[in-house]
C-alpha cells in the first residue's frame, strides 16, 4: 500500500459542513447498522480498513458506504449523493439527530489522504477515487475499466464485407415494410461492426433480426462460422432457443437456403456454461489466457449481465471474435452490481459520416451522419422502436409506454378507464382479493392438475399465468403470497395439507451444474403411476432434454405461484397479475413496473394503490456507474486485465 502523509487536522471537522447537526463516524456507523443501513460486512469492511490504512472517520465512513453500495447493485458510490436521499444517511429520531454525510469536497480531500485510496494511474490500493468523486472497491473499478477497455478494442476494429452481397443479403431478408426499417438497420449495423449492441422492447424483433444477421453473416463468411449462443440464465437460454427456432422457421417459410438454415445454431448456454465454471471458485476456464473457440457470441437479455460477469465474458474472446449483445435498455438492471446494458445503450447516437456512408450503401439510402464528434461507440447501437406483439391501441403497450416516460397521470387514466381489454386493475391493495385473482388466473392450470394431464399439457397450462411481486418478503410479496396461493390451491384440488402434492409448482433458487439445473427454471411435481412425487422439468438450454428427480435430489427451490419481478427477467406468460406493496419500498422503480408489465403478452392485471403506482412511475433507477463515461473517454482505462 503506498506510503502518504495524513492530514494534520482532526477528521472529525470534515462532518461540520454537513447540515447540522454534525455527524462524525464511530457510533454513527453503529447506529447506521442497527438502523439496517449497514450489514455486517459492510462493518467489518470498514472498520478493517481503519485497522490497516489509518484514516479515520471518513475513511470509515466511505469504506462502508462503497461496501453497501456493491451490495445494492451500484458499480461505486458517488460521494455526492451516497445514500438514497442524497447525503442525509438516517433522518433524525426521537432520541438521535439526522445523520449526513460529509461535505463531498472535503470528504474527498480527506480520502485521497489516506493510504487506504488510491487514485487512477497510480498504485492499487482497497479503494479507488477517481476524478469524478466516485469511490470503488478496487476489483469493481477494475472489471469497468477492463471492460470498457475491451468493448472500444472490439469498436475500432475494422470489419471487411462484400458490401454488394449484403446489400443483397438485406433485401431478400427483409421484406418491403416500413414497421420493419429499424430491424434491416440494427442487422446492417451488427454485421458492419464487431461489437454491436440491438436493443428493443418486447415484441419488437430482436431475435427475428438475430436470425437474420446469422444469415447475413454466413452469406459473408460460409457455414464454418462459429457461432455461440449464451443468455444469464437456463430459463433465458431456453427462451433464446425457442425463438430463434421460431424465427429459423420463418426464415425457412420465405425460402432461404437449405445449407444457409442448417448453418445457423440452434443451442443456448448459459453464460456460466460457457465461460466454464470452476466448482468452489469465482474463476472461470474460459480467460485472457484460455480464450473461447468462437467467431461470434450472442448473448441475449443483457440487462441481466452483472459488470463483473461481462468483464470476464469480454475478456475471455479469442482477438479477431465478434460479439452482439441483445437487450432491452428500459429493464431491470442486474440484481449484481452494475448496468451494463444501460451504460452502453447511452453511447447510442447518430454515427460518424464515415461509418454512415458504408451503411447507407448496404440499406441502398441515406442515413444520417453525426453532425459532430459522436461517443465512440455510437456506431455500434441499434435501436429497435415499433412493437410488433402490440399496436397503438393496445393497453399494454400504451401502459408500459406510459410507465417508461413517466407519464405517471396517464398510466393511472389507462386502468381507471378500463377502456384496453387487455388491462385490469386492483387498487385497493386487499391481500384475499389478490388470491381471490391469483386463483382464478391458475384455474385452467389446477383443472390439469385434476384431470391427471401429462407433464407437457401441465407445463403449457402453467406458463399461460403469472403472479408477480415487487419484492420477497410482505403479505405481497412472493413470500407471502406464495404461501396462502398454494393454501388455496390444495384446497380446490382435495388435497391435504402437506409440503409436497401432485401439481406443486416449483422455482429453483440456485445452481446445481450436476444436474444441468439453474437459478429460475421451474418444475413441477407429477405423480408417477405407485403414487410416488418426482418433479419434472422441461428442456431448460445447452439442448438439455426435459427430465425427472425424486424430491430427494432436488437442488434449493420454493413454490412459484409468485415470483418477483426480478426472477421473471428472460420469461414471458400469456397473462400476468402484477402485485405492487401498498406501503412504499426501495425495490419500487419506474424499471421494475415496466418489467412486470411487459411480461406479459395478452393481458397485465395490476394489483396496486394509485399512489403506490405513482411513486413507483415517478422512481427512475439511478445506478452509481462510471462505465458510460469511461466508454466515452478513453483517457480513464487502465491496461491490466480484469480480475478473475
Not at 480498513?49 to 458510490?77: I, K
Not at 442487422?187 to 438475430?210: E, H, M, N
Not at 460518424?352 to 447507407?360: E, I, K, M, T, V
Not at 415499433?386 to 386502468?415: E, K, P
Amino acid at each position: 500500500m503506498p506510503a502518504r502523509a495524513r492530514p494534520d487536522a482532526g477528521q472529525g471537522d470534515l462532518f461540520a459542513a454537513a447540515p447540522p447537526p454534525a455527524a462524525a463516524a464511530g457510533d454513527e456507523l453503529q447506529r447506521l447498522f442497527d438502523a439496517g443501513v449497514l450489514s455486517e460486512l459492510d462493518l467489518g469492511f470498514a472498520r478493517l480498513l481503519v485497522r490497516l490504512g489509518g484514516g479515520g472517520p471518513a475513511l470509515a465512513l466511505a469504506a462502508a458506504l462503497a461496501s453497501r453500495a456493491v451490495g445494492e447493485g451500484h458499480a461505486c458510490l458517488d460521494l455526492a449523493n451516497p445514500g438514497p436521499r442524497g447525503r442525509l444517511l438516517l433522518p433524525a429520531a426521537a432520541d438521535a439527530p439526522a445523520l449526513w454525510a460529509p461535505e463531498p469536497a472535503a470528504w474527498r480531500a480527506a480520502l485521497a489522504a489516506s493510504p487506504a485510496v488510491g487514485a487512477p494511474g497510480g498504485e492499487p490500493a482497497p479503494l479507488l477515487l477517481d476524478a469524478a468523486g466516485r469511490l470503488y472497491l478496487y476489483r469493481y473499478w477494475a472489471y469497468e475499466g477492463a471492460l470498457a477497455a475491451g468493448l472500444r478494442r472490439l469498436a475500432a476494429q475494422p470489419v471487411d464485407v462484400d458490401a454488394a452481397r449484403l446489400r443483397a443479403d438485406l433485401a431478400r431478408l427483409f421484406p418491403a415494410d416500413p414497421a420493419a426499417a429499424d430491424q434491416r438497420r440494427a442487422a446492417a449495423v451488427a454485421v458492419l461492426s464487431r461489437f454491436a449492441v440491438i436493443s428493443g422492447g418486447p415484441g419488437t424483433g430482436k431475435t427475428t433480426t438475430l436470425a437474420r444477421v446469422l444469415a447475413a453473416l454466413v452469406g459473408q463468411h460460409g457455414p464454418g462460422l462459429r457461432v455461440r449462443l449464451a443468455a444469464p440464465t437456463g430459463k433465458a437460454a431456453a427462451r433464446m432457443e425457442e425463438a430463434l427456432r421460431a424465427a429459423t422457421a420463418q426464415l425457412a417459410a420465405q425460402g432461404e437456403a437449405a445449407a444457409t438454415l442448417a448453418a445457423l445454431p440452434q443451442t443456448a448456454s448459459t453464460l456460466h456454461r460457457l465461460l466454464g465454471v470452476r466448482p468452489g471458485s469465482v474463476r472461470f476456464r474460459h480467460g485472457p489466457d484460455a480464450p473461447l473457440a468462437l467467431d461470434l457470441l450472442v448473448i441475449d437479455e443483457v440487462s441481466m449481465v452483472d459488470l463483473p460477469l461481462m468483464a470476464k465474458t469480454v475478456a475471455a474472446l479469442p482477438a479477431q471474435a465478434r460479439l452482439l449483445l441483445l437487450g432491452d435498455r428500459d429493464q431491470l438492471a442486474s440484481v449484481e452490481a452494475g448496468s451494463v446494458l444501460a451504460d452502453i445503450a447511452a453511447q447510442a447516437g447518430p454515427p460518424p459520416a464515415a461509418f454512415a456512408a458504408r451503411l447507407g450503401a448496404v440499406l441502398g439510402e441515406p442515413v444520417a451522419a453525426a453532425a459532430a464528434t459522436t461517443a465512440p461507440l455510437a456506431e455500434s447501437i441499434a435501436l429497435l422502436r415499433h412493437s410488433f406483439r402490440f399496436d397503438a391501441r393496445a393497453g399494454i403497450g400504451r401502459l408500459a409506454a406510459a410507465v417508461n416516460t413517466g407519464a405517471a397521470a396517464d398510466a393511472l387514466a389507462l386502468l381507471e378507464g378500463a377502456a384496453a381489454a387487455d388491462l385490469g386493475w386492483l387498487p385497493d391493495g386487499d391481500v384475499e382479493a389478490v388470491v381471490d385473482a391469483a386463483l382464478a388466473g391458475y384455474r385452467g392450470y389446477l383443472d390439469a392438475v385434476r384431470a391427471g394431464a401429462p407433464p407437457e399439457t401441465l407445463f403449457a397450462a402453467f406458463a399461460g399465468f403469472q403472479v408477480l411481486c415487487a419484492q420477497r418478503h410482505g403479505a405481497l410479496g412472493a413470500q407471502g403470497l406464495n404461501a396462502r396461493i398454494e393454501a388455496r390451491a390444495r384446497r380446490a384440488l382435495g388435497l391435504p395439507d402437506t409440503p409436497w402434492y401432485p401439481g406443486r409448482p416449483l422455482l429453483v433458487t440456485r445452481n446445481d451444474y450436476t444436474l444441468g439445473l439453474y437459478n429460475g427454471d421451474v418444475g413441477i411435481a407429477v405423480a408417477t403411476a405407485d403414487g410416488a412425487l418426482r418433479v419434472h422439468f422441461p428442456a431448460a438450454g445447452d439442448g438439455a432434454a426435459p427430465r425427472d428427480l425424486p424430491l430427494a435430489r432436488l437442488p434449493e427451490h420454493e413454490p412459484v405461484f409468485a415470483m418477483t419481478v426480478h426472477k421473471s427477467q428472460g420469461s414471458e406468460f400469456d397473462r400476468v397479475l402484477l402485485v405492487l406493496p401498498e406501503a412504499d419500498s426501495p425495490v419500487l422503480s419506474r424499471e421494475l413496473l415496466y418489467t412486470g408489465i411487459t411480461r406479459a403478452r395478452r393481458h397485465v392485471h395490476l394489483a396496486a394503490t394509485a399512489e403506490t403506482l405513482a411513486r413507483a412511475v415517478a422512481r427512475p433507477v439511478r445506478r452509481a456507474s462510471g462505465l458510460a463515461a469511461r466508454l466515452a473517454d478513453p483517457s480513464v482505462l487502465p491496461a491490466e486485465k480484469p480480475p478473475r
